[in-house]
């Protein structure tokens, strides 16, 4: 862990993405170099509002609405990053992110590598992601799986107000592109935040136990760490005491954390919102059993999204993981035990 | 109905920008003259700088060297592969000449020539092409960025850095190369467009060859000249002759000028011709025939200057041997550095992909690593 001076001035509860907002605002005052740009990002702040007020403060050079063209975004911030600037860009919505990934693929993650490491390229790519908000399609993908299979991007994702902030933190710090997940449905969460102390800035690859316990580990992350937790508490009724990890970081992933919980639990279930096949969680499930065959007292098993479209907003319900799909999955681990 | 009929269409509703929107101030005419434009053997030619001449002209010579050293080492086995750029070194070399140190090229993948004519090692320029890792130079260093293959893909990146350059408060100047293909991406289009808006000084350079590997222009757009893609984008469009350096030097030094002065990008078309295949994995007949390549060999780069030269009495047979000589030695210390067999590292491949190497890696340098050992062991053994 990496412990950053701060001088914030929210002492109240505070949103996601306030936190967020505030990130930025305090990387954009300590270092001149750090640029925010995107669609809609200066007057508006955002269509969610997380670039509140940084047009006004730090001028429209700082914090820019460019054209609509997402590859034209990236592409100038691969761009500006070459010439020493630290670019923060804002893709409206996940699936919009689309365009920009000829750009993203073939120059972001690889400029450090085939330049051999004399161009490494600082951007932070920052998406709005997964669904449970009543969006319509295109607007609730959970496109983790792509970035995390592109070697040379960092992915990281919070799932509360205070990672908010020191994730991002340290990603605008960090000298990788980092594609920066927000999990759209936590950005109105509330957390008492007071930073007033030296904020912790978690380190990029840690993951956290944010709750011991010792029938079984459910791996999860962003939007369905407050799942899982519910879960946690509903299990106790059936005599389960869950542990939940949050990764919080997929690329690195904290192989440590997670293989430690498992062999102290012997039972595994990984959660997320986007598909199963070829999703995170088949990487990670292959991991767990390679490194706790012997501890393990059940397959590691998934709850994820199904492998579909994103469904319509009425249907979004039964798409997403829930608190019952978790605790009939953790069921599971018993019977086969 | 016409386009002037539709509701809130015309000249009126553009009467009253909103005080954000700003209508360009520079002067410059947005369409490109219907003609390229051309200095040698043209009465403009009257006011050529004869020192610069003698210099476009051994570069010219040095550059038509290398092309046919480059191609000579793909035959060897030395380069995987090589577009080459005979008939086109007027636009690599020109695109070199007119930047100050402190600007940046950003090349396509076939403009090495370009890179090389900016100062590069003509071995760095080619490690792409060998096999050997991917960008054989520091690009900061030498203000080129890597050769990029996907097409187009290096202009928004040429756009984003002419305009970090400017907040800054920098004297830099970006030229991006694209060919004739590339100009149907969409990445040409985003870089064309946030550039303008932008006034970023950025200056687009579009070799027309003729060809996209095998795709004749007239497949490619619809487009009168590809200069004219400017207008729409509120930029000047010029349309010049490609194997005329003369002309081309001219064109691309107003377009460096007016955008070190603020006046924001250009486009410019360079019409020329590709005389060799796409590359040594091309088939070039299969698409166009020999009277057109021999129509275009007759108006060759270093010809057109050499008869003008000559006939001016500025260059002369010793003017010419020189050049000759000079593009020998280059070729030479070519051959010699390619000669060198790469030493490459294999643990290098994990040595860049992070600043700080992830776990996983780690564990894949390891099995590597074993791997690498016991093979050397192996050896050994066989050895004794
Ligand atoms: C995005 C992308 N699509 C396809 C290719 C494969 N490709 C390599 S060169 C080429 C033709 C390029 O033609 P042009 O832009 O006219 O440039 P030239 O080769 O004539 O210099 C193609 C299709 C590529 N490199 N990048």
Redesign the pocket.
């Known amino acids: 862990m990496t412990t950053v001076a701060v001088k914030p001035a929210a002492t109240k509860p505070a949103t996601m993405a306030q936190a967020l907002n505030r990130a930025m605002r305090d990387a954009m005052a300590e270092d001149p170099t750090v640029h925010v740009m995107g669609e809609d990002v200066g007057a508006l702040g955002g269509v969610f509002r997380i670039t509140d007020g940084l047009a006004k403060e730090f001028g429209e050079d700082r914090c820019t609405d460019t054209p609509l063209a997402e590859a034209g975004i990236l592409g100038a911030a691969v761009g500006m990053a070459m010439y020493g600037l630290r670019p923060v860009v804002e893709m409206q919505f996940d699936a919009f992110a689309y365009p920009a990934f000829?750009q993203l693929i073939s120059h972001v993650a690889k400029m450090r590598n085939r330049t051999r490491g004399a161009m490494p390229l600082p951007i932070t790519i920052r998406v709005p992601y997964g669904g449970g908000i009543g969006g319509v399609e295109h607007h609730c993908d959970s496109s983790e799986a792509y970035y995390v299979a592109t070697p040379g991007l960092t992915v990281v994702t919070p799932a509360t107000v205070e990672d908010a902030y020191g994730l991002l933190r340290a990603s605008i710090a960090s000298d990788d592109p980092v594609i920066f997940l927000e999990p759209k449905r936590l950005y109105w969460s509330k957390a008492d935040w007071s930073p007033e102390a030296p904020a912790v800035v978690p380190g990029i690859g840690e993951a956290l136990v944010r709750r011991t316990g010792t029938s079984a580990t459910l791996i999860t992350y962003g939007p369905s760490l407050p799942v899982c937790m519910e879960a946690a508490e509903a299990a106790r009724e059936e005599g389960w005491d869950l542990e939940v990890v949050d990764l919080r970081s997929l690329v690195p992933f904290d192989e440590e954390t997670v293989v430690a919980s498992v062999r102290r639990t012997g039972r595994a279930v990984v959660v997320h919102e986007s598909g199963g096949f070829g999703g995170p969680g088949a990487e990670i499930a292959a991991r767990v059993t390679e490194r706790c065959f012997h501890h393990l007292e059940a397959p590691v098993l998934r709850v994820t999204g199904f492998d579909i479209p994103y469904p319509p907003p009425m249907l979004e319900k039964h798409h997403l993981p829930g608190v019952d799909r978790i605790l009939d999955t953790v069921a599971r681990l018993q019977w086969e035990n | 109905m016409t386009v002037q009929e539709l509701p809130g269409a015309g000249a009126s509703h553009r009467s009253t920008p909103p005080p954000a929107w700003r209508p360009r101030t520079d002067a410059a005419p947005l369409l490109p003259d219907p003609e390229p434009y051309r200095v040698l053997g043209t009465p403009a030619a009257d006011r050529l700088d004869p020192e610069l001449m003698r210099r476009c002209y051994a570069e010219l010579v040095r550059g038509r060297r290398y092309n046919a050293q480059a191609t000579a080492l793909t035959r060897q086995g030395r380069l995987a592969v090589y577009?080459s750029t005979v008939g086109q070194e007027a636009c690599e070399i020109a695109a070199a000449m007119v930047l100050e140190e402190q600007d940046w090229l950003f090349p396509?993948?076939?403009d090495t020539l370009a890179a090389v004519a900016r100062g590069l090692d003509p071995v760095q320029a080619l490690t792409l092409l060998r096999g050997d890792w991917h960008t054989g130079y520091d690009p900061r260093e030498h203000r080129i960025a890597p050769l990029s293959?996907?097409?187009?893909?290096q202009l928004p990146h040429a756009v984003g850095l002419a305009h970090a350059a400017r907040l800054r408060g920098d004297d830099v100047v970006a030229l991006a190369m694209?060919?004739?293909?590339?100009?149907s991406?969409g990445d040409f289009h985003e870089a064309m467009n946030f550039a303008a808006v932008w006034q970023a000084p950025v200056v687009f350079l579009v070799?027309n060859?003729g060809?996209?590997?095998s795709v004749p222009l007239a497949k490619?757009t619809a487009a009168p000249t590809l200069a004219h893609k400017a207008v729409g984008y509120g930029m000047p469009g010029r349309l010049v002759d490609g194997n005329d350096i003369a002309a081309m030097h001219e064109v691309l030094s107003e377009a460096v000028r007016r955008a070190r002065s603020g006046g924001g990008p250009t486009m410019i078309e360079a019409v020329t011709y590709?005389i060799e295949a796409?590359t040594n994995a091309d088939d070039a007949t299969r698409y166009r025939g020999d009277a057109e390549v021999e129509a275009w060999k007759a108006h060759d780069p270093i010809e057109l200057l050499e008869r003008e030269l000559t006939a001016r009495g500025l260059l002369d047979e010793s003017g010419i041997k020189a050049a000759k000589d000079a593009a020998e030695a280059m070729a030479a210390a070519l051959r010699d550095g390619m000669n060198a067999e790469p030493v490459l590292d294999p643990m290098d491949l994990f040595a860049h992909v992070y600043a700080r190497q992830t776990g996983r890696l780690r564990e894949q340098a390891a099995m590597l690593r074993a791997e690498l050992d016991a093979a050397e062991q192996e050896e050994e053994g066989d050895g004794s």
């Open positions: 000829e | 577009p396509s993948y076939r293959t996907p097409l187009a893909t694209v060919g004739d293909g590339g100009t991406e070799q060859n060809f996209a590997i490619q590709r796409h």
